[in-house]
């Protein structure tokens, strides 16, 4: 049976760990979603990977008339619809073989609580989730990568327990404020060094004021 606290690995690390322009692709995603590492991504990659393989059983079977591969087919449909990877209605077996990875990481609770803005960046939901301050439906969530199904969407919101609850707590995006009125300019006061500086200056230029403290020229009689 082995050790519960071990369970088996739900992820499958690339054949190939020096391909450069996967490790590109994969760095810009995890950037992108706030992931923490590219385990999560891998995550998202295997259950979409499940995903594919069924579909590609059932398409085989359903050729052959086969009537329990038409009711797995309905309950697979039924279960992207309800998870919020593809409309509840009209969807087909070929719309599963297209989905990406990028559409399972937008079901991700971390992604959906910084969208719906809960939190001004994904680093900041990542955290607000694992502290224990979202709830969804009443129920406390502290799992950033928990799949997030479509009936509970609207169902998120923060823990009422929690200080980060009260709109007023720092934490919480607030509206930002109407620009002020420029004030008046503010003559700065200068020193007598200061005008002593300005006047040796203006005399080397020769924009000496009028008003200058110099006595004006005798006039020749």
């Known amino acids: 049976m082995g050790d519960p606290k071990f369970p088996r690995r739900s992820f499958d690390a690339p054949s190939h760990p020096w391909r450069g322009e996967r490790i590109k692709a994969e760095t810009e995603i995890v950037r992108l979603y706030g992931l923490k590492n590219k385990r999560e991504l891998w995550k998202a990659q295997a259950a979409l990977r ?27 449909l039924k279960k992207m619809g309800r998870i919020g990877l593809l409309p509840m209605e009209g969807s087909t ?36 989730i694992v502290h224990g ?10 799992i950033p990568g928990y799949l997030v199904k479509r009936s509970e969407e609207d169902k998120i919101a923060f823990n009422p327990h929690s200080p980060i609850s009260n709109e007023l707590h720092p934490l919480r995006g607030a509206p930002q404020p109407a ?11 200068k020193t007598p060094k200061t005008e002593r500086v300005e006047k040796t200056i203006k005399k080397a230029n020769g924009d000496e004021d009028e008003g200058s403290d110099e006595l004006p020229e005798r006039q020749e009689e």
């Open 93 to 128: 077996l070929d719309d599963v073989l297209g989905l990406t990875p990028e559409a399972v990481l937008n079901r991700r609770l971390q992604t959906l609580v910084q969208r719906k803005g809960l939190a001004t960046t994904l680093k900041q939901a990542r955290q607000f």
């Open 50 to 76: 499940d995903y594919r393989a069924q579909s590609k059983n059932l398409q085989a079977r359903v050729r052959l008339n086969d009537e329990q591969a038409e009711l797995e087919r309905d309950l697979l």
């Open 179 to 189: 620009a002020a009125p420029e004030a008046p300019a503010h003559r700065e006061e």
């Open 133 to 142: 301050h979202v709830m969804i439906d009443g129920r406390k969530v502290t």
